[in-house]
């Protein structure tokens, strides 16, 4: 039985996605890099055309963006430095002490209920004069080799991070030109819809972004005031650190959370002022998931807040740790096609068919 014309299309398509899908799998480690560096150019790109149109050559516009970035980030890792410089020589001379003040009231209490429960402190005095005294390489090794990372696993990485600013920069210098490279590969009767979508997912990605650095900023001033009315000593960087870092959900708010707590116990050493730091960490991530998320991410895309909590769990337990970060972007991305796909079943003959006619309007005066 031939195949109709319309058979031959659809199976052509099939054929491309089937074949662009395996060698997007078969080629994934090696895309990465290049995807991540689309991702930088095209948040970038914006600051570029502003910085082209007040007469700044695009090369530099590009170098100046990317150097900004790196900058920002760096600044950000360097915002740990000083809390683990303070805090590391500290572990080795108080928390053995602290230890000892525990046993001193966990022992009798245990006791009372017929339990010999104690703390080995020599042991963990050992540990923690391993892991300050010059051994750090050994703990290290055995970490990478528990997780199974390789020294070529790891220069991956490095090779990664130096050529992801790289590739962006050069997307970024002819940005233009390969959008409307890729444009043209579109079919032309599809044309007009297509590039309305892309209009439309680009407003909302960029409304994401903006809501995104804005949670970041208020989270950021929350957390440095809040640690520096219960008394830290490093509240700022701690405080600052946790705001910018919460762009990565739950990790960043994790680490600045340990980092936080461990720093109350070296200082305060008491129970009040380690949970202090934790109300103020609870309040926190209340005001942000119920309010700061749904209220500026979700709205600014469109996006009900049950919705922005659905879309975290389910790209969080389809695609792990990488889900939770493209969760509300990819869904500003599919909450665009839902919206077109409805106007399109509203619009179509499985909807309207047997619906009652629209009375005529009345002309009388």
């Given at each position: ?46 600051l570029v055309e502003r910085l082209h149109a007040r007469r700044v ?309």
């Amino acid at each position: 039985m031939p195949l109709t014309a319309n058979q031959i299309r659809a199976l052509l398509w099939i054929t491309i996605a089937v074949v662009s899908g395996l060698l997007l799998s078969l080629l994934a480690p090696v895309l990465m890099p290049f995807v991540l560096a689309a991702v930088l150019a095209y948040a970038l790109h914006p600051l570029v055309e502003r910085l082209h149109a007040r007469r700044v050559p695009r090369w530099l516009g590009a170098g100046l963006a990317i150097a900004g970035l790196m900058l920002v980030l760096t600044a950000v890792v360097l915002l740990i430095v000083p809390v683990i410089t303070k805090q590391v020589p500290l572990l080795r001379e108080q928390v053995p002490e602290l230890l000892d003040r525990l046993n001193a009231w966990l022992k009798p209490l245990a006791g009372r209920f017929g339990v010999n429960l104690a703390v080995d402190v020599s042991f963990v005095r050992e540990g923690l004069g391993k892991l300050i005294s010059g051994h750090e390489g050994e703990i290290i090794d055995g970490l990478l080799s528990s997780l199974r990372i390789g020294g070529s696993a790891l220069a991956a990485v490095f090779g990664n991070l130096f050529l992801m600013p790289i590739v962006a920069y050069y997307l970024l210098l002819d940005w233009a030109n390969l959008v409307e490279r890729a444009k043209s590969l579109i079919p032309p009767r599809w044309q007009e819809s297509v590039q309305s979508f892309l209009d439309e997912t680009d407003e909302v990605l960029g409304q994401y972004l903006r809501g995104q650095v804005l949670v970041m900023g208020i989270l950021a001033v929350f957390y440095a005031v809040g640690l520096a009315l219960v008394g830290l000593d490093l509240a700022l960087p701690i405080g600052v650190f946790t705001g910018l870092a919460v762009f990565v959900p739950y990790l960043g708010f994790g680490l600045g959370l340990v980092m936080a707590l461990v720093a109350a116990l070296l200082e305060f050493q008491s129970v009040l002022g380690v949970a202090l730091v934790g109300m103020v960490y609870l309040v926190g991530q209340v005001v942000e998931s119920m309010y700061l998320t749904p209220r500026l991410l979700g709205e600014r895309i469109g996006l009900h807040p049950i919705a922005v909590i659905f879309a975290l769990l389910a790209f969080g337990h389809l695609f792990g740790f990488v889900g939770v970060l493209i969760a509300l972007p990819a869904s500003a991305v599919l909450l665009v096609g839902i919206r077109r796909a409805r106007t399109a079943y509203m619009a179509s003959r499985l909807y309207l068919d047997g619906a009652p006619a629209a009375a005529p309007p009345d002309e009388t005066p």
